[in-house]
């Protein structure tokens, strides 16, 4: 993980994408600050204006006021007409007011926005120089002026004015302005953001692809593997330039160097297969000759030495090893069809359902020897199929004669003839012990038994599925095997069909 954070941290899309981001960014936090500092300033400006016209407005107004009620121009007479300029600056619209004496002292006030007045900075501040206001925004949308201004009338201060306003609602306007703006830009810039992105993958998706795959073959073959699908997925970009021209050159020396590899695989696992298999053929044929043959030496030793005092023991040896050189006999002969070449051989059209009732027929003297009955079913037509008559027979004897030595004693072997399309389907079924599902991949190996001594004792030499596999493929058949222990088992032989006929 740490690795993958590094590699990326140093790759051009991640570089790239930080200058822009960076870029971005910061234009982003100057156009709001300009933005700010606009909306201020457009705030302040109106708000300048507008008491500038209510500074002399309200002279005007307290000076007529003075003149009709012949108050001397002092700050007496300010505080006689005081309550006639309170009525009259209310008339027109200026309802937060407060007036003051010289000495800051309040005279009156209309609202109640204007408490501690002489505290107040923009009073102190009128005091000192001359007429200000304080301008105070919040992020409520909250906009409030207090101004104050001194009354000089004839180049006489005679008192003091203060006011109060709400701009909450040109500053709302003003915000959701900067707001608009705001979104408008961050939209721009991801915009820009997106296509820059996508530009820059489009770009760099070739040299990404070409280091993926390098970095996928190195990997594997590490494995011993190649990556089939590397060279596939570097000709999806379409390019046209020389990026593209790069991945397409690249992925024909991948297509290429992966032949060789396949090549190269299979060689060297067809290699190892062919002798590993002629090894254990080797070990699995020495050891099956060695028991028959330990045995028939055995006995042989025993009898010449006391056989012929011992009448049970020369009955017994010579059962032993007429069964064993039976058994040594037949596994010979297997032995000797497995690696029998058919290629010269000469296939004629077979009645297969005949030969199957033939192989019954045959069987039933063994099947009455383990007290077995044979059941055929399925289909009476005359189905066909190209092959030799012994060793199509060969392949359902050892099928029956394992079916019988393998089932439950007083059991039924149930053979079935079924025509399915363009194959002839022959299955051979049994209840007994069964085959677990981990022996049944290597049933058909040559010498495997699930049980060895069950096997060599009913005088099994492991080589009659093997040898019917065999014979079934170089017939272009298929063999399969379906097994649930303490149930049934089903071996299915199907061959191409050669022609079908109703039987009369």
């Not at 001359?130 to 008192?159: A, H």
Request: charged residues 30%.
């Amino acid at each position: 993980m740490y690795q993958k954070k590094i590699k990326f941290v140093n790759s051009i899309l991640f570089r790239m994408s930080l200058w822009v981001l960076g870029f971005g960014v910061g234009g982003i936090l100057l156009i709001t600050c300009f933005v700010r500092l606009q909306m201020r300033y457009n705030i302040e400006k109106q708000v300048t204006e507008e008491m500038q016209q209510i500074r002399d407005n309200t002279l005007l107004y307290v000076h007529q006021i003075l003149l009709l009620n012949n108050a001397v121009v002092e700050e007496e007479g300010f505080e006689e007409c005081v309550q006639a300029v309170k009525e009259q600056l209310k008339s027109i619209g200026y309802r937060e007011a407060a007036y003051y004496s010289l000495d800051g002292e309040l005279l009156k006030q209309s609202g109640s926005r204007l408490g501690g007045g002489a505290k107040r900075k923009d009073f102190k501040k009128a005091v000192e120089l001359d007429s200000t206001f304080t301008l105070s925004c919040e992020k409520n949308s909250q906009c409030e002026v207090y101004f104050t201004m001194p009354v000089e009338i004839m180049g006489k201060r005679i008192g003091y004015i203060s006011y109060f306003f709400d701009y909450g609602e040109q500053y709302r306007r003003e915000w959701n302005s900067f707001e608009r703006t705001i979104w408008i830009t961050a939209v721009i810039f991801a915009l820009i953001c997106l296509v820059t992105w996508i530009m820059l993958c489009r770009m760099l998706s070739s040299i990404r692809e070409l280091s993926r795959a390098t970095s996928e073959i190195s990997s594997r073959l590490a494995d011993g593997e190649f990556g089939h699908d590397a060279a596939g997925r570097l000709k999806l970009n379409g390019r046209k330039d020389e990026i593209g021209e790069l991945s397409l050159n690249f992925a024909r020396m991948l297509d290429m160097a992966e032949e060789q590899f396949k090549r190269i695989q299979e060689d060297n696992s067809r290699i190892r297969k062919l002798l590993n298999s002629r090894q254990d053929f080797y070990n699995n044929v020495t050891h099956e000759l060695k028991t028959p043959l330990t045995t028939i030496s055995g006995y042989a030793q025993l009898m010449e030495k006391n056989g012929r005092e011992d009448g049970a023991l020369f009955d017994k040896g010579t059962e032993h090893i007429l069964k064993e050189s039976t058994r040594l006999h037949r596994m010979v002969v297997q032995l000797l069809e497995m690696q029998e070449d058919k290629s010269d051989e000469e296939w004629k059209r077979l009645n297969l359902t005949e030969l199957i009732i033939n192989v019954a027929d045959t069987m039933q003297i063994k099947a009455k020897r383990y007290n077995t009955g044979i059941a055929l079913e399925g289909t009476k037509e005359s189905c066909f199929v190209m092959g030799r008559e012994d060793k199509l027979c060969q392949i359902f004897i050892n099928l029956i004669d394992n079916a019988i030595k393998y089932g439950e004693p007083e059991g039924t072997v149930r053979i079935r003839n079924a025509s399915k399309k363009d194959r002839v389907e022959i299955s051979v079924a049994n209840r007994g012990q069964g085959i677990k599902e981990k022996d049944l991949e290597n049933i058909f190996e040559p010498f495997f038994r699930a049980d060895r001594e069950l096997s060599r004792e009913i005088g099994s030499t492991g080589l009659g599925l093997s040898l019917s596999r065999k014979l079934v493929e170089e017939y272009k058949g298929e063999i399969r095997v379906a097994s649930t222990p303490g149930e049934e088992t089903v071996f299915t032989v199907s061959f191409p069909r050669a022609g079908c006929e109703v039987s009369a």
